[in-house]
């Protein structure tokens, strides 16, 4: 069984979100940076991480500047459903400052 090789957690901001099976559960919202303080102090280092959230970029990048310093060397971070940096709905488009891609641009530019 998975949970026997691994801690896996999980994250809703829905409290009706009851157990996950061979998880611990915690719910808070994404785009509250004191949930990210209170969550990355019960799990403070982390080898995996993937965030399948809100899909508000705004939430992306204030999730990755709190947990990516919390990722083990040699760790993963995914992002899910970056396209809604191109999306109107999102207040999103091609090159547009602000957005979860081009904050990334800017981080990738940075490293060389």
């Known amino acids: ?10 994250i809703d901001i829905d409290p009706r979100v009851g157990s996950i099976e061979g998880a611990h559960l915690f719910h808070g919202d994404q785009g509250n940076p004191d949930f990210w303080d209170g969550f990355l102090q019960q799990v403070p280092s ?8 809100s899909h508000i970029m705004e939430h992306q990048i204030l999730t990755f500047m709190k947990v990516w ?4 060397e040699g760790g993963v971070y995914i992002c899910e459903d970056t396209h809604t940096s191109y999306w109107d709905s999102h ?7 602000g957005t979860f891609i081009e904050f990334m641009k800017q981080l990738i530019d940075g490293l060389q």
């Open 1 to 10: 069984m998975l949970a026997d090789l691994a801690k896996i957690y999980g």
């Open 46 to 53: 982390i080898d995996c991480f993937v965030d399948d959230g």
């Open 69 to 72: 310093p919390h990722i083990k």
């Open 91 to 97: 207040n999103g488009e091609l090159l547009k400052p």
